[in-house]
């Protein structure tokens, strides 16, 4: 379900609700479903003609978690010193 998500995502970019979300400062987050009722999230950001996943987890709660929210700033930060 994620491949396939993350696929769509790639070749439809820019895309919004219910596949993904802007979650603030160049931020996103892909939406996928699991079986069970479980849902994934990637928290990803886009670069020239390249979308980054920074983050990935499962998500238990109806907002997205501060320390996976600040984990994805911090790696999206680094990876802009590294290719700027």
Same mark, same amino acid.
């Given at each position: 379900?994620?491949?396939?998500?993350?696929?769509? +995502?790639?070749?439809?970019? *820019? &895309?919004?609700? *219910?596949?993904?979300?802007p979650l603030?400062?160049?931020?996103h987050? +892909?939406?996928?479903?699991? *079986?069970?009722?479980?849902s994934?999230? +990637?928290?990803?950001?886009?670069?020239?003609?390249?979308?980054? &996943? &920074? &983050?990935?987890?499962?998500?238990k709660?109806?907002?997205?978690?501060?320390?996976? +929210?600040?984990?994805?700033?911090?790696?999206?930060?680094?990876?802009?010193?590294v290719?700027?």
């Open positions: 379900m994620i491949g396939f998500d993350l696929q769509r +995502l790639e070749h439809r970019w *820019p &895309v919004g609700m *219910p596949l993904s979300r603030g400062e160049g931020l987050e +892909l939406r996928s479903n699991l *079986p069970g009722g479980r994934a999230r +990637l928290l990803f950001f886009a670069a020239a003609a390249e979308l980054v &996943v &920074v &983050v990935g987890f499962i998500k709660t109806g907002k997205t978690p501060k320390g996976e +929210l600040d984990r994805a700033r911090a790696r999206k930060r680094a990876w802009e010193r290719h700027e």
